[in-house]
């Protein structure tokens, strides 16, 4: 077997089509969310110089330093754009406005993606930023939109909304989860804490502390914490959700440190008063619940002895056992056809 075949053997369909379709590499090639580094791998071995852009902190973790853009998509013009699509049709949209924004009409987009997550309405967004823009057939449930002509429209990404139920505007790029809308989960989580740990801006003399918002997506729970004079900080493992939540903190006027990073790392232990999170239930497309689960493993060891943990979940997901036994004394405070918040609080140091 010679060194493309196994190369190609690593990638998955999404990737191995995105590399038939795109023929032979050109000398710069710009790839875009790559999964596990498999397009960064393909394009560096063909002989192109490549940069990758990916807005998961874990998948920057696969391209090689010499590979990593650390800004999103600027200063340097592609040939080709590898570009693994975003399920939401918002995601598309944002990154085609950048996309479109940043290269060449000669550019070539190669934009791939799981058929099941694809729609004609991605084809139209796509529209709205270049001239041309063709499918390609499906392969192994797999399908791939061809874009050239760079028309640069009106960028209308990342978007204000103001959220009266929680008094916040929110801001937020348009691969984030939910983009700026409140989550029903979100919403019941504040409403919940607002009525229950003591709101200080109903009552001043509760309590604030330093409070970290675990998975902070827009920002919402984050700005909604500082507001209430808790020394906050947000973490997300989304680069986009980090620059959306320091936009969120920065139009409702409160301070909010911003930090990229995968659930606690980088968190001092006994550090934290009050940790809030609606944790996230997926990774990339995939349902799964390990990395909350070792977020609450950890939180233990983050919060200082008195401090709080508080979580909004769907209902059948099994995480209050785990608070419980990681956490600490854990009552459901709010729960409706859907969601449960949940409280686990560490115990005092005696
Ligand atoms: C359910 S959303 C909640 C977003 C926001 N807090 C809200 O209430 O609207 C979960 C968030 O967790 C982020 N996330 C996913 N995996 C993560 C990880 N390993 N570490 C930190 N954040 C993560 C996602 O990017 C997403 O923004």
Known sequence: MDADTMARMTLDPVAALMLDEAGPL???????????GALTRAAVDAGSDVRTWCDDLRDVAHVPPAQRLVAPLTDWT???????????????EDYAEQLAAHVDPATR???????????????AALGRQFEQVSASLGRQKSRVLHATGARPAAVRWPLRRHLPEVGITAIAHGTVFNTNR???GTHLL??????????PVVDPRAFR??????????????????????????????????????LTARANNVSVRVRHAD?????????????????????????????????IREAGQVLRPGGELWIVF????????????????????????????ARALKAPQL
């Open 26 to 36: 050109p000398d710069r090639v710009l790839v875009v969310d790559d999964v596990g």
């Open 78 to 92: 592609p040939q080709l754009v590898l570009w693994r699509l975003p399920k939401s049709l918002s995601g598309v």
């Open 109 to 123: 987009v190669v934009a791939g993606g799981r058929t099941k997550h694809m729609t004609p309405n991605q084809n």
């Open 182 to 184: 409140l989550d029903d």
């Open 190 to 199: 504040l409403r919940t804490l607002a009525r229950t740990a003591g709101d």
């Open 209 to 246: 502390g330093v409070a970290l918002d675990v998975g902070c997506g827009s920002g919402i729970i984050a700005a909604w914490l500082a507001q209430r004079g808790w020394e906050t900080t947000a973490t997300d493992v989304s680069a986009f959700a980090v620059a959306s939540t320091r």
């Open 263 to 295: 659930m606690l790392a980088g968190t001092g232990p006994d550090s934290v008063d009050l940790l809030v999170s609606n944790p996230p239930f997926h990774i990339g497309a995939a349902k799964d619940s390990s990395p909350t689960l070792a977020m």
């Open 314 to 341: 769907n209902g059948h997901l099994p995480y209050l056992g785990a608070l419980r036994r990681h956490v600490g004394n854990t009552t459901i405070e709010a729960q409706d056809r859907h969601y449960i918040v």
